[in-house]
């Protein structure tokens, strides 16, 4: 095993997405629907294995609430990871998040850009905290020279990853927030400067639970369909549009939001 430490404050090592949940590195312009993500002080340690399976595992101890430089609740947040190639072209994780007692502060880890207090009727909570677990797979079709290249870099033929999440936020005094997420989402590079990527995604709360997501307010589920491809203009730069349309459904809001998005842009690597 090659053994590993972080100290400061760092992106969480949780599922697959947080690493490209972002124009440049991602396979389109925009995310997943749940877009989870999170950086916090904190350590963490890793151990990667150097077996036919390359197993790797990490773990790490944070604040937790947000703030940097803050921390004025006493319990920890942990975070966890184990990933294993058990196949050249197949990657597999599995990973869960505690943020343990958060009293009033927002969590530092974020679902669909939700990360405050559950304040739903009859009452509003005076503490919770966030756990979450999430699993990843992802299969490469024709397995290109580099490991875990990010998304729109990859040089694999082809690849199919998607992503299944639960997450409870547990409220005392009010009531408790739980939904779960998923995407789904295919790259293939077929011509060395072409590109067609799509991706479908869903987040999705519970009973009677929501949430006000890209200021659409009581959001029960939102979906997103998302097409789009890029142009390889050099090694680090690429051009890259796609067509989103997102779907909301909930108790009051209205179906069909106008928040659809066409977007081209030019992102560089470095």
Not at 206 to 211: G, I, K, L, T
Not at 214 to 238: C, D, E, F, M
Request: net charge neutral.
């Amino acid at each position: 095993f090659s053994f590993a430490t972080r100290l400061g404050r760092f992106k969480m090592d949780f599922g697959e997405e947080t690493w490209s949940n972002n124009p440049v590195e991602s396979a389109l312009p925009s995310n997943s629907v749940a877009n989870v993500a999170g950086n916090d002080e904190g350590a963490q340690i890793a151990l990667t294995g150097k077996t036919a399976w390359s197993p790797r595992a990490t773990f790490g101890i944070f604040n937790g609430n947000t703030g940097t430089g803050t921390d004025n609740t006493g319990p920890k947040a942990y975070a966890a990871k184990l990933a294993i190639t058990p196949l050249e072209e197949l990657y597999l994780s599995t990973s869960w998040f505690d943020s343990r007692a958060l009293k009033g502060q927002a969590s530092e880890m974020s679902i669909a850009g939700v990360t405050g207090i559950p304040a739903l009727s009859p009452t509003s909570a005076v503490n919770w905290s966030r756990s979450m677990w999430e699993v990843d797979a992802r299969y490469d079709i024709g397995k290109g020279k580099a490991k875990l290249d990010p998304p729109a870099y990859t040089d694999s033929v082809a690849y199919l990853k998607g992503a299944y999440g639960l997450f409870t936020d547990n409220a005392k005094g009010g009531t408790d927030r739980r939904g779960d997420y998923a995407f789904l989402e295919g790259l293939w590079n077929f011509h060395p400067k072409w590109y067609t990527a799509s991706r479908w995604s869903i987040v999705d709360f519970d009973q009677e639970a929501s949430a006000t997501i890209g200021g659409i307010t009581t959001v029960k589920t939102q979906q997103r369909y998302a097409l789009g491809g890029g142009y390889r203009w050099s090694k680090n730069t690429l051009v890259k549009g796609e067509w989103a349309w997102d779907h909301e459904s909930g108790r009051v809001v209205a179906d069909d939001a106008s928040n659809n998005l066409l977007s081209l842009i030019a992102a560089s690597q470095f």
